[in-house]
């Protein structure tokens, strides 16, 4: 079980007025917070509800559950 981005965050973010510039600057995001998006890492909750705020947004607009077992299933019952 696994969850994942359903969008881009920091594209979104951007698009909202809010560049990673300005989220460093004015201290409304820290760098490691900035590079876990990047990365593609889950962040806490807090940070979640902060990104829900700027974005005017629920949760599940942000982040989808998959089954990454079962994805690795079916991709290797394709290849045999």
Do not use: H
Not at 52 to 58: D, F, G, V
Request: hydrophobic residues 30%; negative net charge.
């Amino acid at each position: 079980m696994a969850i994942k981005y359903r969008i881009d965050v920091l594209a979104a973010l951007k698009a909202a007025g809010y560049s990673t510039y300005k989220l460093r600057k004015d201290k409304i995001m820290s760098e490691s917070t900035i590079q876990k998006f990047r990365d593609g890492e889950i962040v806490n909750t807090d940070n979640l509800s902060l990104v829900c705020e700027l974005l005017n947004c629920q949760p599940g607009d942000i982040l989808e559950y998959y089954d990454a077992d079962r994805q690795q299933e079916q991709g290797s019952s394709e290849t045999d």
